[in-house]
T-cell receptor, first 116, second 113 residues
Framework: KAGVTQTPRYLIKTRGQQVTLSCSPI?????VSWYQQTPGQGLQFLFE???????NKGNFPGRFSGRQFSNSRSEMNVSTLELGDSALYLC???????????????FGPGTRLTVL | QKEVEQNSGPLSVPEGAIASLNCTYS??????FFWYRQYSGKSPELIMF????GDKEDGRFTAQLNKASQYVSLLIRDSQPSDSATYLC?????????????FGKGTTLSVSS
């Protein structure tokens, strides 16, 4: 079974621009969560989508938004980029039949965003 | 503020030794606990999950959970240089809907040959 895929893998943007990242979950998984990882703050939860609805949201400004499509693929958007948005953005899917707790999350390879 | 705490390390062990990684969490309602391994430049990879008090073994890895002490640990037996990575402890957030996880900042393990 294919894993979680994320595109693009690398992005370089300048301050003030906006960016859209994409995530395709493991087949059969309906939940997609997004995380931001930085050396100083570690992995921080952005939001989770389930059946096209945002089910949970972390403590990030409104510049960070997301959506989920009927095929469970998800996108996240960051508007008005700031230097501090440089990070590894990780997508994780859950809700399969792996036998683990329902919240077991499997991560994609991530998108490395650099804001200049 | 719900937190997951880990010693940042680095934890250095010789090849063949037992590596012990520890994690404490603040939310008594948490019910699911996960260990992820992250190699430099890569994404986190699930190693184990545990949700009952006691030990759970999988190959060279043993997860231990003590809910009364709000403590989770990961033991790696017969450590190998390939085990050198950052280990992330994650805990579910029961007060929020969905499957959001709270992560510790990770412990860096270095296994020397």
């Amino acid at each position: 079974k294919a894993g979680v895929t994320q595109t693009p893998r690398y992005l370089i943007k300048t301050r003030g621009q906006q960016v859209t990242l994409s995530c395709s979950p493991i087949s059969g998984h309906r939940s997609v969560s997004w995380y931001q990882q930085t050396p100083g703050q570690g992995l921080q939860f952005l939001f989770e989508y389930f059946s096209e609805t945002q089910r949970n949201k972390g403590n990030f400004p409104g510049r960070f938004s997301g959506r989920q499509f009927s095929n469970s693929r998800s996108e996240m958007n960051v508007s008005t980029l700031e230097l501090g948005d440089s990070a590894l953005y990780l997508c994780a899917s859950s809700g399969g039949t792996s036998g683990g707790p329902s919240g077991t999350q499997y991560f994609g390879p991530g998108t490395r965003l650099t804001v200049l | 503020q719900k937190e997951v705490e880990q010693n940042s390390g680095p934890l250095s062990v010789p090849e063949g030794a037992i590596a012990s990684l520890n994690c404490t969490y603040s939310d008594r309602g948490s019910q699911s606990f996960f260990w992820y391994r992250q190699y430099s430049g890569k994404s986190p990879e699930l190693i184990m999950f545990i949700y009952s008090n006691g030990d759970k073994e999988d190959g060279r890895f043993t997860a231990q959970l003590n809910k009364a002490s709000q403590y989770v640990s990961l033991l790696i037996r017969d450590s190998q240089p390939s085990d050198s990575a950052t280990y992330l402890c994650a805990v579910n957030s029961p007060t929020q809907a969905g499957t959001a996880l709270i992560f510790g900042k990770g412990t860096t393990l270095s296994v020397s040959s």
